[in-house]
């Protein structure tokens, strides 16, 4: 048997993510080298803090001090990006990477989100690779599906619970009735959340996912344009009351290309209990797919944690190591579009509003009259008077109607003396 | 920018599924150029009755009259062969092109299930491919992703729902109340049935799917021990049973590595209403993965059709278009396992057994006896008189017990002179 060709592999970053891959990786030299036309050998390791205490043990001479090294080394093949963030020496190391003809393995989302148009554009002049499997829903294989297993398919819709840690909480907060605070605390206790969570709540890191995948599915430049809601407004009575009505609420990431326009958007979404996406529970991803001819498909898999995304970075190195040379974006950056963006203005929505107001004869009729000068028109209704009998929450299920006049009512309503706080609106999807 | 190389392409077999690949194709042919580094091109098609009358218009020129030829001929690159049947004129095709260094793209289980490990060797040796994702439940990526995106993992099992014309009948038996008959004849009305249904209902088509894809995950030849039961001596009473229970009977096919050995089987089995399995309906198909590290991933889509099939036979020939040249089944022949196959005898089930038994004094002590002698315990038993007041209509379900001694009882309970027809196990999975 011919001997394979070596390819060296830099690992920059290492954090419980970069220690399990290293771990993994040196375990499965030879299964990998059964299954790809060369074999993989990781020669530089770098990290922020060398000295740091760390459960796995590394030979000195792996030890790179200064991370930029990696990208100008002669002997480095293939660079894996493990740092993270859009900006700094991420960007940094990639970008440089790419320009001295190193294949780039990246779990970052940030980065690609931002910077994947350019970042393509070198990869694809100097014919390496830039792969990232692991920057869209960890250990799910949708990345590559969209490139390779459904290349066939004109994409009309990507949809999907693409966050676990903000699905942990709202699946905490269903199952076991716990407030937004005490939901984000468990999952940080479990490692589900981070210290610093917001990227995950606020919508951000959906966002950067979404935009990924609706650059892959369209065949489009990146689109900076997008709609992004958290999950931080939602509380326990919006889960509870969600639950009487039939519907969990998930945070979505919806892109769909309607009348060649393109509509991104991240929001919390009420979807009917029976639904297939609401059994989504957990750290759970999944990703559905419209396509023609092939119908709709759904991937769904741990889209977290270090065994996971690590089965991701394996599959791109091993796509690396089998000298499939593939555009980023599965198409040339000559054939990408540059897709207009459609408003969220003109898309139709039903949906869950909430209210508080004070106890006052005439409310009622003064907030449907709103509605109704708005052209929103209401299916359903529940006043309840709150426990101190001073105030009540009242909820509305809407009509479907343009979503510029269901924010356009919220706005007249919140500047009312009678509202207490601030009005919620949740939309209401594939009803 | 640098003229692509062409890939001349001969389709064999011309049914509902060629005709749509060939109008897909023909239409497509820019798309594809494209997201590849070379451009299809079909020079040739062949079928059994070229006189036939098709609603798709074939140029005289690429009729063949001799489907032979293609295989043979110097201009052909890639074969697609959509002839069906393990033996004869489809196993001539592919054995021949292989030899003459075709490509070959295939939507034919029964042909791969038998002789995938001949045509691989051939395959190999000669370096060219031999893909067939359109075997393996239509349009759903599971042989792609199995081969690359969850390249990493080692797989402990793989199960699904792999047939979709059993999965409607059963679901139409479970929604609209029909007897098997009736649901069947409405799946032949719908074209969701072939006018001979019986490899689809006996269990056969979805044998030959498992064993595709349980080589795949174990790394293993193809092994043909598999315990086969099909969903012909289910009636509507089981379904409503089941349904009674808590649960759904779907036909699963299920491959497990159990102490170093395989163990395969395809049957009906009753799974929780509220599990994911239950929840694909109709002609839908799943797939779930169980690897180390990724953790459980599943993947689900249209399992048939001429649409979602050519969605599969463009992944596959745009794979060949890219150059990507791979072995059949992942790794090598040479680095292939014989794994032993394990016994059902061994197997652990709990289950679901349905007697029919003359009303006479004793006979539910003899049959509580039976069980018991074989060490079968039961868990709750259910006896109805029947209209007619003559007999009555015994459900038991069991505790978990081995397989072998499910069948030792009902053996037994055969012969018994109270019994009518035939006693009934379904096993129950996963509970």
């Not at 999950?231 to 509380?235: E, Q, T, W």
């Given at each position: 048997m011919k001997k394979k060709r070596i390819m060296n592999i830099a690992i920059v970053g290492l954090g419980n993510i970069g220690s399990y891959l290293y771990k993994f990786l040196s375990a499965n030299i030879k299964q990998l080298e059964k299954k790809n036309t060369s074999k993989p050998k990781i020669i530089f390791i770098s990290a922020k803090n060398i000295k740091k205490k760390r459960k796995i043990k590394i030979p000195k001479s792996k030890w790179l001090k200064n991370y930029m090294d990696a990208a100008k080394s002669k002997k480095v093949d293939i660079i894996v990006e493990l740092i993270g963030g859009a900006e700094g020496p991420a960007k940094n190391l990639v970008f440089s990477a790419l320009k001295n003809k190193k294949h780039v393995v990246t779990a970052n989302k940030a980065l690609i989100a931002k910077y994947g148009d350019d970042l393509s554009k070198i990869a694809e002049k100097n014919k390496v690779n830039l792969e990232y499997e692991a920057a869209v829903c960890g250990g799910v294989p949708i990345i590559r599906s969209l490139k390779e297993g459904l290349i066939a398919n004109r994409i009309s819709k990507v949809q999907g619970v693409l966050n676990g840690t903000s699905n942990y909480i709202l699946t905490s907060m269903y199952k076991d009735k716990l407030s937004f605070q005490k939901a984000l605390k468990k999952a940080q206790d479990l490692g589900y959340a981070e210290a610093n969570p917001s990227s995950d709540i606020n919508g951000d890191d959906v966002a950067s996912k979404l935009k990924i995948l609706s650059s892959l599915c369209f065949n489009s430049f990146l689109n900076n344009k997008i709609h992004i809601e958290g999950?931080?407004?939602?509380?326990k009575k919006d889960i509870i009351n969600a639950d009487k009505l039939g519907y969990k609420i998930k945070l979505l990431g919806i892109a769909e290309l309607i009348n060649n326009k393109i509509c991104q958007r991240v929001h919390p979404s009420l979807v009917k209990k029976t639904s297939y996406i609401a059994s989504i529970d957990g750290v759970l991803n999944a990703v559905i797919v419209d396509g023609d001819p092939v119908g709709q498909s759904t991937i769904q898999g741990e889209g977290a944690g270090p065994e996971a995304t690590t089965s991701a970075l394996i599959s791109d190195i091993s796509s690396i190591l089998r000298g499939n040379i593939k555009y980023p974006f599965s198409i040339s950056k000559k054939q990408r579009k540059k897709i207009i963006s459609d408003d969220m203005i003109n898309r139709v929505f039903s949906a869950y509003i909430k209210l508080d107001v004070k106890d006052k004869h005439g409310v009622l009729s003064n907030i449907t009259s709103i509605f109704s000068s708005n052209r929103v028109s209401i299916k359903r209704l529940i006043q309840d008077p709150n426990p101190n009998k001073l105030s009540s929450s009242i909820v509305i299920i809407t009509h479907n109607c343009k979503n510029d006049l269901l924010t356009k009512s919220l706005k007249k309503l919140e500047k009312k003396a009678y509202i207490i706080g601030k009005p919620k609106l949740i939309r209401i999807e594939n009803d």
């Open positions: 999950i931080n407004f939602i509380d």
